[in-house]
Nanobody
Framework: QVQLVESGGGLAQAGGSLRLSCAAS????????MAWFRRAPGKERDFVAV???????EYEDSVKGRFTISRDSPKNTVYLQMDSLTPEDTAVYYC??????????????????WGQGTQVTVSS
């Protein structure tokens, strides 16, 4: 089992920045695919970003150029740096993970481990 704990959510103004963190309990962190999803009010939980075992990253189109996913393997931690925030980024953000050999992509059903979520609110 992998336990994930998010932190760093809060309130930002449009154009501002936040950095989310997700700490994983597993020492085999380098064998995990780590991702971020978000759920806006009244909407489905959607893919935001993923970082693969190789270090390759992928992003949902609306956050490309604004968000950056990264990892610090010695700390078993993945980050989501969010810049140029807009009110449309307001959502609960979730950290997700699965073992790399499952090759999870962009659907929440492909991730077995989830954090509790952290609220991000962006004011206009």
């Amino acid at each position: 089992q992998v336990q994930l704990v998010e932190s760093g959510g809060g309130l930002a103004q449009a154009g501002g920045s936040l950095r989310l963190s997700c700490a994983a309990s597993n020492r085999s962190f380098s064998t995990l695919v780590m991702a971020w999803f978000r759920r806006a009010p009244g909407k489905e939980r959607d893919f935001v970003a993923v970082i693969r075992r190789s270090g390759a990253t992928e992003y949902e189109d609306s956050v490309k150029g604004r968000f950056t996913i990264s990892r610090d393997s010695p700390k078993n931690t993945v980050y989501l740096q969010m810049d140029s925030l807009t009110p449309e980024d307001t959502a609960v953000y979730y950290c997700a993970a699965n073992w790399y050999w499952f090759s999870p992509k962009y659907s929440e059903s492909e991730y077995n481990y989830w954090g509790q979520g952290t609220q991000v609110t962006v004011s206009s």
